[in-house]
């Protein structure tokens, strides 16, 4: 099982972001998938989840109505769009499967900031 993550970057408050997760070496398409996020001196923390048709998503309160988790199985690959983006936000951002979880990437690094 692979992932590697890409698209963070630094940005403004009120910015936006959209992540990818490319996932190999695994059936992507039989699993629920779920982005994490890890900030300094923080625990990782689940930040968004969608089943493996992405008929169903849930996210954490906090990124409620700001950040979108979608996939696309033809390309084995896992997204996060991140809106109105806060410095609160920043943190490394993994992806994993939600329920059977495997080794984690090197993450993105995303810093909100003016």
């Known amino acids: 099982v692979q992932f590697v993550e890409s698209g ?12 990818s997760c490319a996932a190999s070496r695994f059936t992507f398409s039989s699993y629920t998938m779920s ?5 300094p001196g923080k625990e990782r923390e689940l930040v968004a989840t969608i089943t493996p048709t ?6 954490v309160d906090s990124v409620k109505g700001r950040f979108t988790i979608s996939r696309d199985n033809a390309k084995n690959t896992l997204y996060l769009q991140m809106n109105s983006l806060k410095p ?9 499967r939600r329920y059977s979880e495997a080794a984690w990437g090197q993450g993105t690094q995303v810093t909100v900031s003016s």
Request: hydrophobic share 20%; charged share 10%; proline share 3%.
């Open 8 to 19: 963070g970057g630094l940005v403004q408050p009120g910015g936006s972001l959209r992540l």
């Open 35 to 39: 982005w994490y996020r890890q900030g």
């Open 54 to 59: 992405g008929t169903n998503t849930n996210y």
């Open 88 to 96: 609160e936000d920043s943190a490394v951002y993994y992806c994993n």
